[in-house]
C-alpha cells in the first residue's frame, strides 16, 4: 500500500513539474515573442521622446544665454566694397566661443541635473508636459506595452515600459549665418546656432545610442547694403566647431 502511495506521490509531482515547466517554457515564448514584436517601436518611441526633451533644453539653453547677452550682434561684422556690396562676413572669435561656451554649459548641466532627477524650480514651467516625480525617478515618460500591440483594450491592463535617458556628456555647436539679398538696396542675415548632443535611451533590456542635433534661430535682422550678383543665392558661412570638454 505503501507503495502504491508513494507511486501515486511520484507520478503527481512529475505531473506538476511537466505543467510547471510547461508554464515556463510558455512564459519565456511569450516574453520572446512581445519582446522582439515590440523592440523596433519601443527603440524609435524612445529615440523620439529623447530628441523631443533635448530639444526642449537646447532652446530653453540659447534662449537663456541670449537674454542674458545684450552684445549678440557682436558674434559676426560684415564687411563692404565702396559701392555699398557686401563682400565679406567673419566672426568674432572671442565673443562666438564665449557665447557657444556659455550656452553648451547650460546644456550640460540641465541635461545632467535632470538624469539625476534633480528638477530645478525654475524649469518646472518648462517641463510641465513631464511628470515631476517620474523626472525625479530619472523616468522620462512610461509608454504602455499595449500601444504597440493593436489592442486597445490591452492598453491600461498591460504594464508601461519606463523611458529613461543618459546624457553622454558630448556637446557641440557652432554659429551659422547666411545672407542674402532683400528687397532694394538691403540684406536678410540669419544667424542660427546648431548644437549636437550625444544621448542614449534607456528601457529595459534595451539601449540605444543616437545624436541629437538641433539649430536654433538667434538673430534675423536687415542690414543696408546688397549681395553680389554672383552669389545667386546669397552666401553662408560656419563658425569653427567648439566642443565641450568631457570627462
Given at each position: 500500500?505503501?507503495q502504491?502511495?508513494l507511486?501515486?506521490k511520484m507520478?503527481?509531482?512529475?505531473k506538476c513539474l511537466?505543467?510547471?515547466?510547461s508554464v515556463l ?13 515590440i ?10 521622446e529623447i530628441k ?10 540659447v534662449s537663456t544665454e541670449i537674454?542674458?547677452?545684450?552684445q549678440v550682434d ?9 559701392d ?6 567673419d566672426?568674432n572669435?572671442f565673443?562666438?566661443?564665449q ?7 547650460t ?12 528638477v530645478?524650480?525654475e524649469?518646472t514651467?518648462l517641463?510641465?508636459?513631464y511628470?515631476?516625480?517620474k523626472?525625479e525617478?530619472?523616468?522620462l515618460?512610461?509608454?504602455p506595452?499595449?500601444l504597440f500591440?493593436d489592442f486597445?483594450?490591452?492598453i491600461?491592463l498591460l504594464p508601461?515600459?519606463?523611458?529613461k535617458f ?7 555647436s ?6 542674402t539679398n532683400?528687397?532694394i538696396n538691403n540684406?536678410?542675415?540669419?544667424v542660427n546656432?546648431e548644437v549636437e548632443?550625444s ?7 534595451l539601449?540605444?545610442r543616437?545624436?541629437?542635433?538641433s539649430?536654433?534661430?538667434m538673430?534675423?535682422k536687415?542690414v ?17 566647431n567648439?566642443s565641450?570638454?568631457?570627462?
Open positions: 500500500m505503501k502504491i502511495r507511486k501515486k507520478k503527481k509531482s512529475k511537466i505543467f510547471f515547466l517554457f510558455l512564459f519565456f515564448c511569450m516574453f520572446f515573442w512581445l519582446n522582439k514584436k523592440e523596433p517601436f519601443l527603440e524609435n518611441y524612445a529615440e523620439l523631443k526633451f533635448a530639444n526642449l533644453i537646447i532652446n530653453h539653453a537674454k542674458k547677452n545684450s557682436q558674434l559676426f561684422t560684415i564687411e563692404k566694397d565702396n555699398g556690396n557686401i563682400v565679406a562676413m566672426f572669435t565673443f562666438v566661443n557665447f557657444l561656451s556659455s550656452v553648451m554649459n546644456i550640460h548641466e540641465e541635461l545632467t541635473q535632470i538624469e539625476n532627477g534633480e530645478k524650480e524649469n514651467e517641463l510641465n508636459r511628470q515631476k516625480e523626472l525617478k530619472g523616468i515618460y512610461e509608454v506595452i499595449g500591440l486597445p483594450l490591452w491600461n508601461k515600459v519606463p523611458i543618459q546624457f553622454l556628456g558630448d556637446v557641440s557652432h554659429i551659422h549665418t547666411k545672407i532683400y528687397g540684406a536678410f542675415v540669419e546656432i548632443v544621448m542614449m535611451s534607456m528601457l529595459p533590456f539601449s540605444q543616437f545624436t541629437v542635433q539649430e536654433v534661430p538673430i534675423m536687415l543696408e547694403g546688397t549681395v553680389p550678383n554672383y552669389y545667386f543665392h546669397g552666401f553662408e558661412k560656419d563658425s569653427m567648439f565641450l570638454p568631457t570627462g
